[in-house]
């Protein structure tokens, strides 16, 4: 069946346009734009239907703040099906606070400094935060902004005050770059990797001079698009400055002392022991989730993610479970946080989390809502999720049907062509009209019919309009990415990476030799990246990195030292000649029997017929890039009547 020309290309501009202008006439969004009331709505899908109208209305920068980073997930999902992914940031936090504590999450750390980067610098932007979010420590924004910094081509500046600066943000300084949040310094080449870029950058110097500025690919190594200025986030949220580090000092000497007296001598030289470590790391610029626990005890003054821009309006999802969160987070820091003190691990008096009146403080307000109407000044938004659902098309019509008996206007919005292409078949079989509607606005008749992938389906009570997904439909359930990851980790490179100045290697063709150092060489013009090994004499050999896997870790008898070959001798030769001997009656029982198989023949299916390809469109979440082409692979070798080679 060939779909609707309409849907061939649909694009996020626009859409909702119908719908979105029946939500902004509502008396919702008028108090919203007042900044007035206290408002009745659904935790998840009407916050998101009222706050895409208002800012589709008034476009500005916006706060929603929810109990929980489950219900700050779904909002995220929902807003970027309405407005797109661009205008709609997710600060997340981990709730498990232990799990937070001990080992804190590159990939939560690594949104949240693209957060508060986005937010510094643009405007027009829906902020979804939760609880423990919200109540995070931060560093200041002027913190936070003395260490980002801008670096043009033909800019003059200081190499050596670079490195500083991507030190004290945070950044780990390495041989070479594999993941975000890293820089790596060879010569006049600066290579640095930002969370708010997803690729690292190269940045080549003459001088003090910017010659170039290029992003590169990890595994390759080479420079490819070139760029004419980056902007440099930190590469941590747990930053102090050196006013900060030097109260924390007079702070911590103080409180040891004091909790020294209700300990004994071993548990006091235990958290002696351990603060002496904890603040020599935090003096030291060293990276380590444990010290955030002295953050809100070395500030002077605290600072959330709702200081980092100037907000139009805060919206507080549901006042009680905020408050029920609240009081179960401080209670459980404080539990954990007693734990360890009594054991002489930490002193007293540290916190986790900042209380909600800390982060209000000042003129900062925000609106309200809560679950049920309570008096008349009560504002309501009366959108409701669909609570029913099936998981067959033949539940199609008459689910279709109830609505209409209502006198409801009604729009399918299937979830991909496959279900789109088998409901409209069923409307047809039935003889019951639809219109064919663009992304989600309203048919000119009673039905509608679009192809959109929306997490589930609503129901505007009064405007008699109800959109059923392909949840409440067919029991399918969209799974979209709570955020597309800012933290990026290579792992091509990562066997190299173990490679430290002192290892043995050993090179395919040259033999056992050591490994020094990387080294940044210029040949015809062209500068690349080599690794420096050195073999048995005087001589040495550079291997370009894109010649790697010819390069294996040397691996002997423990303690034992190789003897190193010597380039261009026979040594080497003769060893693998001995070797490949010994592995030649392997190889030749291997070969007949892979001859022998060959022979054999195989059972060769049949192409996926229709059913086939219906049954794979149900599976709910969606296949990588890899994971496609691996099963398409797969299906080629099972329609071949050669018994199939292949381990997957």
């Known amino acids: 069946m060939d779909l609707h020309p309409l849907w061939q290309n649909i694009t996020k501009e626009n859409t909702l346009s119908e719908l979105l202008k029946r939500i902004e006439e509502t008396n919702a969004v008028t108090s919203l734009l007042a900044k007035r009331g206290t408002f009745v709505v659904d935790d998840t899908i009407g916050v998101s239907l009222l706050f895409a109208a208002l800012f589709r209305k008034k476009p500005a920068n916006y706060a929603i703040i929810t109990s929980n980073l489950y219900n700050a997930q779904n909002i995220y999902d929902l807003l970027g099906s309405f407005l797109g992914d661009d205008n709609v940031l997710l600060f997340p936090n981990d709730d498990l606070l232990r799990s937070e504590t001990i080992t804190s999450s590159k990939e939560l750390m690594a949104q949240r400094l693209y957060v508060m980067g986005e937010l510094r610098k643009s405007k027009g932007k829906i902020l979804v935060a939760h609880m423990s979010s919200l109540m995070r420590f931060m560093p200041s924004p002027e913190l936070f902004g003395s260490l980002s910094f801008t670096l043009k081509v033909g800019q003059e500046v200081d190499l050596i005050s670079i490195r500083e600066k991507l030190t004290k943000g945070g950044y780990s300084r390495v041989g070479k770059i594999d993941q975000s949040m890293q820089y790596a310094s060879r ?23 910017i010659e170039s500025i290029r992003f590169f690919d990890i595994a390759s190594q080479t420079s490819n698009e070139p760029i004419s200025e980056i902007t440099i986030t930190p590469a941590n949220d747990i930053l102090f400055t050196s006013e900060e580090i030097g109260r924390l000092e007079i702070n911590l000497q103080e409180q040891i002392s004091k909790d020294a007296m209700m300990l004994t001598a071993e548990d006091k030289d235990t958290l002696l022991e351990i603060v002496k470590e904890d603040f020599e790391r935090i003096k030291s610029q060293l990276i380590h989730p444990r010290n955030y626990k002295y953050y809100g005890y070395a500030q002077r003054e605290h600072y959330s ?9 805060v919206f507080a999802v549901n006042k009680d479970a905020l408050m029920t969160s609240q009081e179960l987070l401080l209670n459980e820091s ?17 916190e986790i989390y900042q209380r909600w009146d800390n ?11 809560k679950k049920y109407v309570e008096n008349a000044n009560d ?61 989600l606005n309203l048919p000119k008749g009673k039905l509608g019919v679009t192809l959109y992938d929306i997490n589930e389906g609503f129901e505007l009570v009064e405007e008699k309009i109800c959109y059923l997904s392909s949840k409440e ?36 063709y040259n033999g056992i030799g050591q490994f020094i150092d990387i080294l940044t060489l210029e040949i015809d013009g062209n500068k690349r990246d080599f690794l420096h090994i050195a073999y048995a004499g005087t001589d040495a050999l550079y291997v370009p990195l894109s010649q790697f896997r010819l390069i294996r870790k040397y691996a002997g008898k423990e303690g034992a030292a190789p003897k190193l070959n010597r380039l261009g001798g026979t040594e080497w030769e003769k060893t693998k000649l001995r070797i490949k001997n010994r592995v030649n009656e392997l190889a030749e029982r291997l070969v007949a029997l892979y001859k ?44 071949k009547p050669e018994v199939m080679d292949r381990l997957l």
């Open 596 to 639: 022998e198989r060959i022979q054999t023949p195989g059972f060769m299916f049949k192409k996926d017929e229709e059913i086939q390809k219906m049954f794979e469109e149900e599976f709910p979440f969606e296949l990588t890039l890899d994971q496609q082409e691996a099963l398409d692979e797969i299906k080629r070798d099972m329609e």
């Open 473 to 508: 439909l067919l029991g399918y359930k969209t799974h979209r990415s709570r955020f597309m990851s800012r933290f990026k980790e290579s792992t091509i490179l990562k066997s190299f990476e173990e490679l430290e100045s002192g290892d043995y290697v050993v090179h395919e």
């Open 187 to 209: 010569g006049d080449i600066l290579d640095i990797f930002s969370v708010n870029y997803l690729r690292p950058i190269r940045i080549e110097f003459f001088g003090d001079e």
């Open 305 to 313: 993610i709702l200081d980092y821009a100037e907000f139009e309006l």
């Open 334 to 350: 404080q539990m954990f946080l007693e734990e360890l003190s009594s054991a002489g691990k930490i002193i007293t008096h540290l």
């Open 359 to 369: 982060v209000f403080k000042g003129k900062r307000k925000a609106l309200f809502s």
């Open 379 to 439: 504002i309501e938004f009366k959108v409701r999720p669909i609570l029913s659902s099936s998981t067959s098309y033949a539940n199609i019509v008459p689910t279709i049907q109830s609505y209409l008996a209502t006198n409801e206007k009604i729009v399918l919005a299937l979830a991909n062509k496959q279900q789109l292409e088998t409901a409209i078949s069923i409307l047809k079989d039935e003889t019951m009209g639809f219109d064919v509607v663009e992304a």
